[in-house]
């Protein structure tokens, strides 16, 4: 299991953080956030979608559920099940299945799939410091190919 854990002090920092990840990013790769309202994973998101060479605008898809992206490595999904009251409601969107397209799923309120997680995944938790300050922790339980900077 790789653990990885990454402190930022402003949004400026958490989105040239998360676009370094992406830079990185070789092939497919689904990503559960995790973390309180407001702690900032639309923000994570966008700047992962612009290290990736996106000029996509990100949008909370808190109502919508789901948004897609484009990039020039290919299609991105991204998912927020915060409304979501159960794992069936999940499957009845085409849970796990509707992932197999994109070259990134992105999946807000992991929780709502109650531990029916995908063989190979990322888990970023994010938790507010402060105001500014974010604590990034994530693993996986495969090698991701991304590293530490």
């Not at 998101?45 to 990100?58: C, Q």
Request: aromatic share 10%.
């Amino acid at each position: 299991m790789q653990t990885r854990k990454k402190i930022t002090y402003s949004e400026a920092e958490t989105l040239k953080y998360a676009a370094q990840l992406a830079a990185q990013i070789k092939s497919k790769k689904i990503i559960l956030l995790s973390g309180s309202l407001g702690a900032g994973k639309t923000t994570f998101i966008r700047g992962f979608l612009s290290g990736l060479g996106s000029k996509d605008k990100v949008k909370s898809p808190t109502y919508t559920i789901a948004r897609e992206y484009n990039s020039p490595k290919g299609k991105i999904l991204h998912l927020d099940l915060y409304r979501l009251n159960s794992y069936e409601d999940v499957v009845s969107l085409g849970w796990p299945e509707m992932t197999k397209n994109y070259f990134i799923t992105f999946v807000e309120w992991p929780e709502r799939l109650d531990g029916n997680l995908p063989e190979k995944c990322v888990e970023i938790k994010i938790e507010t410091i402060n105001k500014n300050s974010r604590s990034f922790c994530w693993q996986s339980n495969f090698s991701t190919g991304l590293h530490k900077k």
